[in-house]
Every structure is written in structure tokens, then in C-alpha cells.
């Protein structure tokens, strides 16, 4: 095997990891194979007594009746989630179902982005359109509120800003091309990911350092900063595509296959229906496949006029080799990188051997990693001026 097949073999690994851990650490450790040392016997325990003939019989047919159980469940469980992949794939090919529905991906989103790429933008013309988004106009009145942003800062003597287009004058077109992105991805996010506890802070995270990386590196290589920001943010939309699709289209059949069961009086397969929950491998797996592609996609659907950032999220998603990626696409794609590290890092899951490899596939300059390590990747920095 070529060097460069092994770096990118890394890569993938590494890539994989990282959806691993969105779906929980101990996940994470599990698919590397970590014993948790809790879960460990230090030694046989001694008997308090020896087992009866009848009592040796007794468990020796409970533990054959749990294998059995056990066995019963992942074939149901299997079969679940066939159905779960098949819906989900005819899902993939309506991006209109996708985009409305899943998402809900309102117009008045891209038409502003677009607003904010041109020389031409004032705040007047975004007006109207944020008014009409109570969720934005909402968000943006209680940032505007917050009290690292008020001048006074006496709560009692501060005034408060009750109105949409007073907040927006306030914030200004600069702290709006990050404000808008950072809010639309927060809406769009799932409202629950119950099992998977943090799933939903994680996808957010994940968008917010890639962006915010993609920024920094964006002012340090002659990229336009505000295109690096917007695709960083969006560059991971499909993933909760997919994790709203996958939660969906399981509640959706494990209702009905438990109501079936029942009505049926299938007792042994509605008791197993019963015990199952969301698969933490399958969903990771749909996330892997899919969500660059639908990403790619999502993005295409939003129709961008000024903002030039589908093309770069196609070489994304396509894998293309680094080195032959526009500016845009390696800016990002470092970004993206370099956020899925810091995260693996944060949990000790990387190792760094495997660090260097992975830096040096996408080209990282020593003065680059510096400054993205003294960089806050979890703060928007806005300069506000009442």
C-alpha cells in the first residue's frame, strides 16, 4: 500500500471516530475495542456454599433462555432498522421533503446570506426579512439584551431593546454574517436526540468551531472570511438531516410494529420490540455515507446568487485530493479537520502519531495550528456599540 493510501486510511479511520464520539464517548471506546475497567472481574469470587444439582440445572437454563432472548432480539432488531435503511434511502431522493420538512429550511435564510455577500448590503434591506422569521427577530433581541453586550452595565439602568430593527442596527452587517449563520444552524438542529444525550450540543459545537475556524484560516490564506464562515457552519447541515430522519423513521415503525405486535398477540416479539431503542452503530453508519453528499445538496437547494460556496462543498464532499481543491474547499476542509481533532483530543481518542498524519494530508502550516490554538473556537467575539 502507497503512503498516500495510508494517510488516507488514516483519515477515514479518524473521520469515523469522530461520529463515533458524537454518539457518546463510551461508544467511542467501545468501537476501539476499550474495556471499562469497572465492568472488569478481578477474580473468581468464592462460593458461599456449592449449588445443588437442581439449582446447576436451573441456571444453566436460564443462561441458555438469555442467549436465546438475545439472539431473538438482534435478528428483530436487524430486521427494525433493514426497514429503518430502505425508508430512509427513499427519503434521501426527495431533497424537497428533506429540505422543507426535515429541516424546514425557510427562504428567507439564504435570500439574507445573500444579502450579506454583496458590497451593496445595508441593513434596511435585511429588515423586512428577519422580521418576518419570529425565531431569528427573537434570537437576535435577546442577544442584543445580553449584558456583556449592554453599555450600562447596572441592570436596572440599562434599557432594553424590545424591537427586532433596533437590535439589527445595533449588531450591524459585520456581527450579522456571523449571527445569522450561527442562529439558522441552532434552529435547524434537532429539538430532542434523545437517546444520545448530546448529540444535539455536539452537532452544534461542531458547526460553530469548523466556522469559526474557517474564518481564522480563511484572513490568514486571502479567502473571503464571511464564504469560509457560512460554509463552515453548513458544511455538516446534512448530518441533522439524517439524525431527524433516522430518530423520525424509528418512533414512526417501532410504533407501529409494537401496535401490530400487539394487536396480533405476538408476545414474544412485541416483548422484544419493547426493549429495543435507536442504534447508536446504524445511525452512526447513515451519518458516515450520507451526510456529505446531502450537505452538498442541502446547500444546492438554497440557490445562493453571491455566495459561491456549492462548489467547494461538492469537492468536499466528493473527497477530492487536497491539493486540487479551490481555496474555498481547503480552507474549510482544514477547519473541519481541525475541529474534529480538538474534539477526539478532548476525550484522549487520538493518538499523536496519527495527529501528524492527518495534519500533514491537509497540508496544516506551523503558523496556522498556532494561531487556531490561541483562537476561542466556542465564542463569536461580536463587537457590539449601543
Not at 136 to 151: F, G
Not at 214 to 229: I, S, Y
Not at 280 to 297: F, G, K, T, W
Request: with cysteine; charged share 25%; hydrophobic share 40%.
Amino acid at each position: 500500500m502507497s503512503e498516500s493510501k495510508k494517510q488516507l486510511g488514516t483519515a477515514d479511520v479518524l473521520y469515523g471516530r469522530f461520529h463515533d464520539l458524537l454518539l457518546g464517548h463510551n461508544f467511542a471506546q467501545l468501537q476501539l475495542g476499550y474495556i471499562h475497567t469497572l465492568d472488569l472481574d478481578y477474580g473468581e469470587k468464592l462460593p458461599s456454599r456449592t449449588l445443588l444439582e437442581v439449582e446447576e440445572k436451573a441456571q444453566k437454563n436460564r443462561n441458555k433462555e438469555d442467549t436465546q432472548k438475545l439472539k431473538y432480539m438482534a435478528q428483530v432488531n436487524s430486521q427494525l432498522h433493514h426497514e429503518i435503511e430502505e425508508q430512509i434511502n427513499t427519503y434521501l431522493e426527495d431533497i424537497d421533503y428533506i429540505y422543507t420538512d426535515i429541516i424546514n429550511i425557510q427562504d428567507n435564510i439564504p435570500a439574507i446570506l445573500d444579502i450579506l455577500a454583496v458590497t451593496s448590503a445595508s441593513v434596511g434591506r435585511i429588515d423586512p426579512l428577519v422580521n418576518d422569521l419570529l425565531w431569528l427577530s427573537d434570537d437576535i433581541v435577546k442577544l442584543i439584551n445580553l449584558p456583556q453586550y449592554r453599555k450600562d452595565k447596572d441592570p436596572k439602568k440599562a434599557i432594553k431593546v424590545e424591537s427586532p430593527s433596533l437590535a439589527l442596527r445595533y449588531l450591524g452587517l459585520e456581527n450579522l454574517k456571523s449571527v445569522v449563520p450561527t442562529f439558522s444552524l441552532k434552529q435547524w438542529a434537532p429539538y430532542s436526540t434523545m437517546p444520545f444525550r448530546l448529540l444535539k450540543r455536539k452537532l452544534w459545537e461542531s458547526g460553530m468551531t469548523t466556522a469559526i475556524a474557517a474564518k481564522t484560516l480563511a484572513q490568514m490564506n486571502d479567502v473571503n472570511p464571511f464564504h469560509a464562515f457560512v460554509l463552515g457552519m453548513f458544511h455538516d447541515v446534512g448530518k441533522i438531516a439524517i439524525v431527524r430522519l433516522y430518530l423520525r423513521t424509528f418512533e414512526t415503525l417501532w410504533q407501529n410494529k409494537t401496535k401490530d405486535s400487539r394487536d396480533n398477540k405476538e408476545k414474544e416479539l412485541h416483548s422484544a420490540l419493547v426493549e429495543l431503542s435507536p442504534d447508536p452503530l446504524c445511525l452512526r453508519n447513515l451519518m458516515v455515507e450520507h451526510s456529505a453528499a446531502l450537505s452538498c445538496q442541502i446547500i444546492k437547494k438554497m440557490s445562493f446568487k453571491y455566495l459561491p460556496i456549492q462548489h467547494s462543498m461538492e469537492q468536499i464532499a466528493n473527497k477530492i485530493t487536497f491539493s486540487k481543491m479551490d481555496d474555498l474547499a481547503k480552507v474549510v476542509a482544514k477547519a473541519q479537520c481541525y475541529s474534529q481533532y480538538k474534539k477526539l483530543k478532548e476525550h484522549n481518542l487520538v493518538e499523536s502519531d496519527e495527529v501528524k498524519i492527518w495534519f500533514k494530508i491537509y497540508n496544516f502550516q506551523v503558523a496556522e495550528l498556532k494561531i487556531l490554538a490561541s483562537t476561542s473556537l466556542h465564542n463569536l467575539q461580536l463587537k457590539i456599540e449601543h
